[in-house]
């Protein structure tokens, strides 16, 4: 029978420095998206797939993050003297939402590291890694997908999706075959940020993966790639290519066709600000407006 999947690890300790300098204090994955921090979509996209133990990787600058998903009693004692009962469920929510772990990556020696410091709390099962940068519309419950195809096919899981060729160069790109089952295929090769001439594919690995426990073991042995830093997709590639099924090895991708929000960087941040914005039942009628009015007279 498979392990089921219980843990998620989000690695937060990176150094932002796209977005700096509003990131020099404050790690990027607590910007806000219209009211809340990009970090409370990820974790709510997490509970909202059965997790409740979720791990952050943390760096510098972290006391924002946990204060966030954190009580504070003397913000709720002041929200309960004013009488706004909405505002403090809000805040009491965030607190609640998950059971919070946190550990520290000394130096933000690159994604793949960042991970490797969870091998301690996750022990030996199966989990899930989602980075704080990658919103994803909850409409498009994927990390259900991904835990079934995990089931079903064992080793690790990605979440490809298509990107126009000119892009490819921004994400890990994975070649693949075709499995019987037209929503997976089987990854049988990863590199990180080709040029398009040689990327294998247009299959983008996003922020989203669920990962055998081998994983951390050819970490360890994982040398600085790319950009000098450890990378995952290096070590992804060794379980793709050489690991055997029954040890831990196979890597498979969720193809995801829904909508993704990334706020990575300045131009996309704002795209996802303002698509998140507009779809708001609260805010979307009246920002939907005033947007359509600004376009307008950008235009005469
Ligand atoms: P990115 O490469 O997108 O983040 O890493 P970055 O390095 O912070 O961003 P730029 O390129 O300098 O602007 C993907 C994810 O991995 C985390 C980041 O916080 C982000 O969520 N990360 C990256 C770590 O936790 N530790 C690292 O050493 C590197």
């Not at 937060?12 to 509003?22: D, M």
């Not at 022990?123 to 990390?143: A, H, Y």
């Not at 089987?186 to 669920?210: C, H, M, Q, W």
């Amino acid at each position: 029978m498979s392990v089921p999947v219980r843990k998620a690890v989000m690695p937060v300790a990176g150094l932002g420095t796209r977005f700096l300098p509003a990131t020099k204090a404050t790690p990027k994955e607590m910007l806000p998206v219209v009211d809340k921090p990009a970090i409370q979509y990820v974790v709510e996209e997490a509970v909202e797939a059965g997790i409740s133990d979720v791990l952050f990787v943390t760096g510098r600058a972290k006391y924002g993050l946990e204060d966030h998903f954190d009580r504070l009693p003397f913000l709720e004692q002041a929200l309960e003297a004013k009488g706004d009962l909405d505002r403090l469920r809000q805040v009491r929510e965030v607190a609640d939402l998950a059971d919070v772990h946190y550990v520290r990556q000394g130096e933000p020696l690159g994604l793949g590291h960042a991970v490797l410091m969870a091998a301690l709390h996750i022990g030996n099962e199966p989990f899930l890694v989602l980075l704080g940068d990658d919103i994803i519309d909850r409409r498009n419950p994927v990390l259900t997908q991904m835990m079934n195809a995990r089931a079903q096919h064992g080793g690790s899981v990605l979440c490809l999706m298509e990107v126009d060729p000119s892009q490819i160069h921004l994400y890990g790109c994975a070649a693949v075959e075709a499995t019987d089952d037209s929503t997976i295929v089987r990854v049988t090769d990863l590199v990180e940020k080709p040029d398009a001439a040689s990327a294998p594919s247009n299959y983008a690995v996003i922020g989203r993966y669920v990962l055998d426990p081998r994983i951390f073991a050819e970490l360890e042995r994982t040398k600085p790639g790319r950009g000098g830093e450890i990378q995952l997709t290096d070590a992804l590639r060794t379980l793709a290519v050489d690991v055997p099924a029954g040890e831990g090895g196979g890597v498979v991708g969720v193809v995801f066709n829904g909508r993704r929000y990334d706020t990575g960087d300045k131009l996309s941040y704002l795209q996802a600000v303002v698509q998140i914005a507009a779809e708001r039942d609260d805010l979307g009628p009246s920002f939907r407006e005033w947007l359509r009015e600004t376009v307008q007279a950008w235009e005469h």
